[in-house]
């Protein structure tokens, strides 16, 4: 696999950012003391989303900004939503639009649950700039999960990843990195502080106890919908993964 590095850049709505990552790493923290699960995310490198709301009066274009998002909230209930694959009628009443749906993928990994999932992009102030519904299916194989999220928003992110592949059009971007999750008061140690500085670890607040993960997913957008496989520690390497996003793609 040749991947790319994507040059960083404000570019068109809907493209993929880190915090899109960390925020589906924590979605699948379960608090089990808690009848549903909520999670805050939080990066001290503050990510410029921009809203998008765009009318044609008399031929002419009307973008306005809604300013930067700090902060990006889900929750999602503890128990799962469904324990089958559920039709697109179902998912589009629920969230909103028609997902894509795979009840197996070629390599073996089988649909187990999904989730309906609440998304909130606030800025510093707790100020909402946009909420939407999202859905992450857990596919699984010999007990190694790959997560599948399907997101539609109308925030502009700024573009990083490398691209693996291209698929009619489509680019595919592949990441990975170190997750540290961390409670919401935790204080970090200098060690955590070079770590953070030098990209060894990225942080992620929420958690009830610290845990390090290696995280890595593929992610792309089509017709305005950001799809995302991702794996926790999981046992695919990054042309495997790849490879379940060809499959999404050509379906």
């Known amino acids: 696999m ?3 590095k994507a040059n960083e850049k404000f570019c068109a709505p809907l493209d993929i950012d880190i915090q899109a ?3 589906n790493v924590n979605a699948k923290l379960d608090f089990a003391y808690k009848e549903r699960k909520s999670v805050t995310m939080k990066s001290k490198r503050k990510i410029a989303l921009i809203a998008i709301a765009a009318t044609f009066v008399l031929g002419i274009s009307v973008f306005a900004a809604s300013g930067i998002v700090s902060n990006w909230f889900s929750s999602s209930s503890s128990a799962p939503d469904y324990n089958s694959l559920p039709t697109a009628q179902q998912v589009t009443k629920d969230i909103g639009y028609k997902p894509v749906l795979i009840d197996t993928f070629e390599n073996g990994y089988a649909f187990k649950n999904g989730s309906i999932v609440n998304n909130n992009l606030t800025d510093e102030n707790g100020g909402s700039v946009e909420k939407f519904k999202s859905v992450s299916f857990d596919y699984e194989k010999n007990g190694d999960i790959v997560i599948f999220a399907q997101d539609k928003f109308n925030s502009e992110a700024e573009l990083q990843g490398n691209v693996a592949e291209t698929v009619n059009g489509v680019d595919i971007y592949y990441y990975s990195f170190a997750n540290k999750t961390v409670p919401g008061d935790y204080k970090l140690t200098d060690a955590d502080k070079k770590a953070e500085e030098n990209g060894e670890l990225v942080f992620s607040y929420g958690s009830p106890e610290v845990k390090i993960q290696n995280v890595q997913s593929v ?17 695919l390497s990054a042309d495997e993964l790849t490879k379940m996003a060809e499959e999404v793609l050509n379906k």
């Open 2 to 4: 040749n991947i790319k």
């Open 21 to 23: 990552v960390k925020r």
């Open 219 to 235: 992610t792309w957008v089509k017709d305005g919908i950001q799809y995302q496989l991702l794996q926790l520690d999981g046992k």
